[in-house]
């Protein structure tokens, strides 16, 4: 393998999903980067809360503003990111367990900070474990370690190894609105074509309905992912250009 690529970061000690690109899979990278995480963390009370806690946390299922800390490799500029979904799981005297979903980019560390300080009690982020991005959660983990072991395997007992724990890049662009194209149109696009009205065979319902900003998928009849695009006409049409390319896939 030549290249690989990861999807976003997992500070020390945080364990859990962190997908690994390989090959011409790092293409795909934006799009696992940019998807919704999912974390189970301990949230460390440094007393009683003064507002009930699961009345305090239920204020943090939105849009939240952030800045980035000290040590983070992007601009410490003010910044919002979504919670979709925040539960109290548990809670003892001292520790709550909290199911957070939320968009990309979201400092959980900082998340329990705030709801500490909206709680009237302080408190900060114990343990963490990212358990989902996008569509991989950790009911399948593979380490480092078995993927070395399948890779000293050699020929046919090798690719059978490696075929067990390396996903083809489609899983990854499943959750995105799909378009079937002819293989003439394939082709075209291979070379930086945009995909025109004729060559469409098909459009999912997603695809059908997506806004000009929505990223979705090109495959061949066969299933493989062929591009990256945005569309910017009707599938309906018989003429004109119908996805603009954001990125070549083959």
């Known amino acids: ?14 364990t859990g999903v962190l ?16 998807s919704a995480k999912t974390y189970i963390a301990i949230l460390e009370l440094h007393g009683d809360p003064l507002t009930p806690l699961d009345t305090v946390i239920s204020q943090f ?10 040590k983070s490799a992007v601009s410490r500029q003010l910044r919002t990111r979504e919670v979709y979904d925040l539960c109290l799981l548990d809670r003892n005297a001292d520790q709550a367990l909290l199911s957070i ?26 343990e963490l474990r990212r358990v989902s991005t996008s569509c991989f959660d950790d009911s399948e983990l593979v380490s480092t370690a078995q993927l070395t072991d399948a890779a000293v395997w050699r020929d046919e007992a090798k ?7 390396i996903d ?27 995909v025109y009205a004729p060559g469409v065979m098909t459009a999912d319902k997603d695809a059908q309905t997506a806004g000009q900003t929505d990223l979705l998928v090109c495959y061949t009849p066969s299933g493989t ?15 004109g250009e119908v996805v603009q390319l954001e990125r070549v896939l083959i």
């Open 1 to 14: 393998m030549s290249k690989a690529a990861h999807a976003g970061t997992l500070d020390p000690k945080v």
């Open 19 to 34: 997908p690994i690109m390989l090959a011409s899979a790092t293409r795909i990278a934006p799009v696992l980067v940019d």
């Open 61 to 70: 299922e939105t849009v939240v503003f952030q800045k980035p800390p000290k």
């Open 101 to 126: 979903s939320c968009e990309s980019g979201t400092y959980i560390r900082k998340l329990c900070h705030d709801i500490g300080l909206a709680a009237g009690c302080g408190a900060h982020m114990g």
């Open 159 to 165: 690719t059978e190894h490696l075929e067990r724990i």
């Open 168 to 194: 083809p890049a489609e899983i990854a662009l499943a959750p995105l609105p799909g378009v079937t194209i002819a293989p003439s149109a394939a082709e075209s696009v291979a070379t930086g074509a945009p």
């Open 225 to 239: 992912a062929v591009c990256l695009g945005r569309r910017v006409g009707s599938f309906d049409s018989d003429r």
